[in-house]
């Protein structure tokens, strides 16, 4: 009698499991269970899975109802959710965790994604791409809680790549933003973390094609490459903000321009262990132009209109870096330029183990540093980053290098 109360027991537990399992890991699958997408975000309940099948979906979904969603594409080059430019693909707005994952998102009449006036507790979009869409990629307005974007491509957007405003604290990394008119746009946020992005070829007639920033707490940029983007306005990356800084750690940013004043990278940012390279501006500050924060172990070279322009003065910490070939001088400090960097060490309290050397890269274009640069154990542990841009531990050997490599 006692064993067939426990093998009892043992079948009942087995088939609560198994209903509980179905329950957590539930599909529902277009077109095979639902004919529209929207069909089956409707009707899935909270958790359930919406698996979209390989097709091209004409539809402008929408997220309004109070739970939990996840929306996941079959394959990510071929699972495209299409606007037909009469439509916007993707709106949310959902007090629950939100994932977006493995679609081709396009051709929006406004925004590829939507996300608007919501308190999510965590949003995640996810190997996406989201294209050709006719005004920012990904918008998220006036939103509370976490968001991470990873693994996507956003390209060929009207408007920004992502804009994001009053939002909480976001992740952008492993992703590919490009050939829209500006990459990133952060505005009255709490905090974000950009990294391991290649960011190219964003274009925009007025400021700031990579990143600006405004009236927002502190962001952490790291792991980048950043190159070939273009402003006829001004400046590159633009951190404005009287609440919080930028850090700048291991990125390499090159060849990027910008019609009007300011260079690259402008503003409240502490700058440690990047290469920037071949920067250009019609007015000052082709490589940095700044007042009052920590600039450490950076190569600055061969940028025009200064490798740093100190606005007005060269206050905050200036110290090992290798500051070469800038032009029309390596720094312009107050009123006075300097091409000797022994001089300016010696004129500026601030200012201290600077350099100024061919730093001998690796290939015209590849940017990693030859082990007998001069840049090698030149360096110091002072506010410098665990490892470097490839991932590989500092100290590498007997010092710390300059740059990001």
């Given at each position: 009698m006692l064993c067939e109360w426990v093998l009892y027991v043992i079948m009942i537990t087995v088939v609560l499991f198994l209903v509980m399992t179905s329950v957590c890991y539930a599909l529902i699958v277009v077109p095979d269970d639902s004919s529209t997408v929207q069909a089956a975000?409707?009707?899935?309940?909270?958790?359930?899975?919406?698996?979209?099948?390989?097709?091209?979906?004409?539809?402008?979904?929408?997220?309004?109802?109070?739970?939990e969603y996840r929306l996941v594409g079959e394959d990510r080059n071929t699972t495209i959710i299409d606007?037909?430019?009469?439509?916007?693909?993707l709106q949310i707005s959902t007090n629950h965790n939100v994932t977006v994952e493995n679609l081709i998102i396009q051709n929006s009449s406004a925004d590829g994604i939507l996300?608007?006036?919501?308190?999510?507790?965590?949003?995640?979009?996810?190997?996406?791409?989201?294209?050709?869409?006719?005004?920012?990629?990904?918008?998220?307005?006036?939103?509370?809680?976490?968001?991470?974007?990873?693994?996507?491509?956003?390209?060929?957007?009207?408007?920004?790549?992502?804009?994001?405003?009053?939002?909480?604290?976001g992740e952008i990394r492993d992703s590919y933003i490009a050939y829209n008119d500006g990459a990133i746009v952060l505005d009255n946020y709490n905090g974000a973390e950009i990294y391991n992005n290649i960011i190219e070829y964003n274009i925009t007639p007025g400021l700031c094609p990579v990143l600006y920033t405004q009236d927002t707490f502190d962001i952490n940029i790291h792991n980048n490459i950043i190159r070939y983007n273009h402003s006829d306005g001004a400046g590159i990356i633009s951190f404005v903000s009287a609440f919080g800084s930028a850090t700048f750690t291991n990125n390499f940013f090159y060849k990027n321009s910008s019609r009007g004043s300011m260079g690259n990278i402008v503003g409240m940012s502490d700058i440690i262990n990047n290469t920037i390279i071949e920067n250009t501006?019609?007015?000052?500050?082709?490589?940095?132009?700044?007042?009052?924060?920590?600039?450490?172990?950076?190569?600055?070279?061969?940028?025009?209109?200064?490798?740093?322009?100190?606005?007005?003065?060269?206050?905050?910490?200036?110290?090992?870096?290798?500051?070469?070939?800038?032009?029309?001088?390596?720094?312009?400090c107050s009123t006075k330029d300097y091409d000797n960097i022994d001089e300016f060490n010696s004129d500026w309290i601030s200012a201290m183990e600077n350099i100024s050397c061919d730093t001998m890269f690796i290939t015209s274009g590849d940017y990693h540093i030859t082990e007998t640069s001069c840049v090698v154990d030149k360096g110091t542990s002072y506010l410098a980053p665990a490892t470097d841009l490839d991932g590989d531990s500092r100290p590498f050997d007997a010092g710390y290098d300059i740059g990001a490599d």
């Open positions: 975000l409707n009707n899935a309940l909270s958790g359930e899975t919406v698996y979209v099948k390989s097709g091209v979906y004409n539809e402008f979904l929408t997220m309004y109802i109070s739970k606007g037909n430019f009469t439509g916007i693909p996300a608007t006036v919501s308190d999510f507790k965590r949003l995640n979009i996810c190997n996406c791409e989201i294209t050709n869409n006719n005004n920012h990629g990904i918008n998220l307005y006036d939103i509370t809680g976490y968001y991470i974007i990873q693994n996507c491509e956003i390209t060929h957007n009207i408007s920004k790549g992502i804009y994001s405003l009053e939002w909480s604290f501006c019609t007015l000052g500050g082709g490589g940095i132009v700044f007042n009052g924060w920590s600039i450490i172990n950076n190569i600055i070279a061969f940028n025009s209109n200064y490798g740093i322009f100190g606005d007005p003065k060269c206050s905050g910490e200036i110290q090992n870096n290798n500051i070469f070939g800038n032009l029309p001088a390596e720094i312009h």
